[in-house]
T-cell receptor, first 115, second 110 residues
Framework: EPEVTQTPSHQVTQMGQEVILRCVPISNHLYFYWYRQILGQKVEFLVSFYNNEISEKSEIFDDQFSVERPDGSNFTLKIRSTKLEDSAMYFC?????????????FGEGSRLTVL | EDQVTQSPEALRLQEGESSSLNCSYTVSGLRGLFWYRQDPGKGPEFLFTLYSAGEEKEKERLKATLTKKESFLHITAPKPEDSATYLCAQGDTGRRALTFGSGTRLQVQP
């Protein structure tokens, strides 16, 4: 069964360092997303990406964050200068084409710990 | 602001003891009401999508229903392997992202 894969599964970094989280969405999907979940809190939307550009972003997704689809398979989230409050589980998700209005398929997540 | 409220926050059941989880939503242009299961340290796993009031969907011991203001996830004769956090999320016609509730943490004891 096709799945969304994410790397790394866990990353520990020092405050102020840059971090790149990587995702390989399901191959025929067209919409890509990053969500995050701080321990014990809700799953929160960060950004959606379609047709090689950001289609929507939340207030969390400030200038410290960026996304990129560098090739036909990878989708990355970069945090330029990490803060303590960026510690969370980051989930990548994808969904199908325009005709598919439905479900997001999530990866297993990348746990980011900022010290 | 769109809101999704789930209740109860936590539920402990004995194996075989049926119950229901509630999800109320506020968006007026509902694009879909989604149920996910999340195991500790894992990503949400898709269960159901409901699009219109009166719709029902079933999968094994789970049945999801939808009214104009809320959705229920009914669990019939649960087993310990049903223990997880169940998340509800809404989509609306004006946005592409899903808005998640806080979840109901279900524990089924043998």
């Amino acid at each position: 069964e096709p799945e969304v894969t994410q790397t790394p599964s866990h990353q520990v970094t020092q405050m102020g360092q840059e971090v790149i989280l990587r995702c390989v969405p399901i191959s025929n999907h067209l919409y890509f997303y990053w969500y995050r979940q701080i321990l014990g809190q809700k799953v929160e939307f960060l950004v959606s990406f379609y047709n090689n550009e950001i289609s929507e972003k939340s207030e969390i997704f400030d200038d410290q964050f960026s996304v990129e689809r560098p090739d036909g398979s990878n989708f990355t989230l970069k945090i330029r200068s990490t803060k303590l409050e960026d510690s969370a589980m980051y989930f990548c998700a994808s969904r199908g084409g325009v005709a598919n209005t439905g479900e997001l398929f999530f990866g297993e997540g990348s746990r980011l710990t900022v010290l | 602001e769109d809101q999704v409220t789930q209740s109860p926050e936590a539920l402990r059941l004995q194996e075989g003891e049926s119950s229901s989880l509630n999800c109320s939503y506020t968006v007026s242009g509902l694009r879909g009401l989604f149920w996910y299961r999340q195991d500790p340290g894992k990503g949400p796993e898709f269960l159901f999508t409901l699009y219109s009031a009166g719709e029902e969907k079933e999968k094994e011991r789970l049945k999801a229903t939808l009214t104009k203001k809320e959705s229920f996830l009914h669990i019939t004769a649960p087993k310990p392997e049903d223990s997880a956090t169940y998340l509800c999320a809404q989509g609306d016609t004006g946005r592409r992202a899903l808005t998640f509730g806080s979840g109901t943490r279900l524990q089924v004891q043998p």
